[in-house]
């Protein structure tokens, strides 16, 4: 059986039809759909470029298919576009098969409603928070209290009419967006196939750590400075917090903290950010990477740290901090999305709050000793990330979506 995933992602396509996508949604991610499913088509956003970007990675392989809808860049794009977009997902619906959506997504929505009005059924993944990802100061739009609902009850119908529900996060977004009236979770009880037509879930992250990432040793902290922080994270939206991060590092250094920074990620905000920089006099104490490969670059980075900082406005389980988690790297969060399911309350400050930030890096930077037992902890809760901790709840979700798919192919589903 062939599934459909359709996702807001984008992807690269060359003249020769080949397809690129940076870390993390490339073949290799695309493969584990395989493990359950004969062939997997993939329904995202695609840019038509002269040739694969530097660094990204292919996309196709046997059985992996992509259908490319016209690229957008925010919402009054995609407002704008619309018409064209939604002829295109709707004319990539598939006749047969699984789907699965990875929502929250526009590309998803549109595709769902459609599935909907011909009765057929589908998967979801929840990935991200749309009510998280239209608060106040993440994005700027006239529409985005409109946005913030609109969305929010998009993912609260799908979670409700979905066959089957999976979830980045234990327990964050399970509360906002709940799974149909049964509720019941697929790693506590097997149910009969006839009992499922709703509510089934399970949760597991989209991030899988293969044994290079992990380190081999803790870390041995610094009794004194000077200290180096990095942060990882895409620049084309302000909600990954770099600009309170800036700021908090700016007060760390007037209180006497000599802290250098390393900013990796790249997008239209960078610019704005290194111009922030400049104002508080860091422009020699931050450096901006730009986008980095995956793999060894990234870890030669974090290797080279002694605190991570995530202090992002909206997440669902952020890859970067898992990874920094795995190098046996001390980190600090916003209280925001998965990150408290992965760092302890200790080592979590309030989103958008530079203040709070800034002492609570001062507060750990200031405690070796601290800094070792976060060293310890986070390389112990970054190994239930491999692909043996991860696997076995995934393929059991896949393989629920494709037998009631097949069951309501064969009439036994209404």
Not at 97 to 106: E, M, N
Not at 242 to 261: K, M, Q, S, W
Not at 262 to 285: E, F, N, Q, S, W
Not at 336 to 351: C, K, N, R, T
Request: aromatic share 8%; net charge positive; with cysteine.
């Amino acid at each position: 059986m062939e599934v459909t995933v359709a996702l807001d992602a984008r992807y690269t396509v060359a003249p020769d039809g080949s397809v690129w996508s940076q870390a993390g949604m490339a073949r290799q991610f695309w493969e584990r759909y395989l493990e359950v499913f004969d062939r997997v088509r993939i329904i995202a956003r695609g840019a038509h470029v002269d040739g694969p970007p530097k660094g990204w990675m292919p996309v196709l392989g046997k059985n992996i298919s992509f259908y490319g809808v016209p690229d957008f860049h925010g919402p009054w794009q995609c407002l704008k576009r619309y018409p064209r977009l939604r002829a295109a997902i709707r004319s990539a619906a598939p006749m047969h098969g699984a789907v699965i959506l990875r929502v929250g997504s526009q590309i998803a929505n549109v595709l769902e409603r459609h599935l909907r009005r011909r009765g057929r059924v589908y998967g979801l993944e929840v990935v991200g928070d749309p009510y998280e990802v239209f608060a106040p100061g993440v994005i700027d739009h006239p529409l985005r209290p409109f946005l913030r609902w609109h969305f929010s009850r998009c993912l609260r119908r799908q979670c409700v009419h979905a066959i089957g529900v999976a979830y980045v996060t234990k327990r964050a977004l399970q509360k906002r967006y709940p799974a149909g009236a049964m509720s019941a979770s697929v790693s506590d009880v097997d149910l009969p196939a006839e009992a499922v037509l709703s509510g089934y879930s399970t949760h597991y992250s989209n991030v899988e750590l293969d044994s290079e990432g992990i380190a081999e040793c803790l870390r041995e902290p610094k009794q004194h400075g000077p200290y180096r922080l990095a942060t990882v994270g895409s620049l084309a939206q302000p909600y990954k917090g770099t600009d309170v991060l800036i700021e908090a590092i700016a007060r760390c250094v007037r209180a006497g903290f000599d802290l250098t920074a390393v900013i990796v990620g790249d997008g239209k905000c960078r610019p704005g950010l290194m111009a922030l920089a400049a104002r508080l006099h860091l422009a020699t104490r931050i450096d901006f990477t730009g986008q980095v490969t995956a793999g060894a670059a990234i870890r030669a980075i974090l290797d080279s740290a002694d605190l991570f900082v995530l202090p992002s406005r909206t997440e669902g389980l952020p890859r970067a901090l898992v990874e920094a988690m795995a190098r046996a790297l001390p980190c600090i969060g916003s209280d925001v999305g998965g990150i408290p399911e992965l760092l302890d309350a200790s080592e979590l400050a309030p989103a958008g709050n530079p203040a709070a930030l800034a002492a609570k890096i001062q507060e750990v930077l200031g405690n070796p000793l601290r800094m070792k037992t976060m060293s310890r902890r986070n390389l112990a809760n970054a190994r239930e990330y491999c692909d043996c901790a991860l696997g076995e709840p995934r393929r059991r979700f896949y393989q629920h979506v494709r037998d009631c798919t097949q069951r309501w192919e064969e009439g036994q589903l209404a």
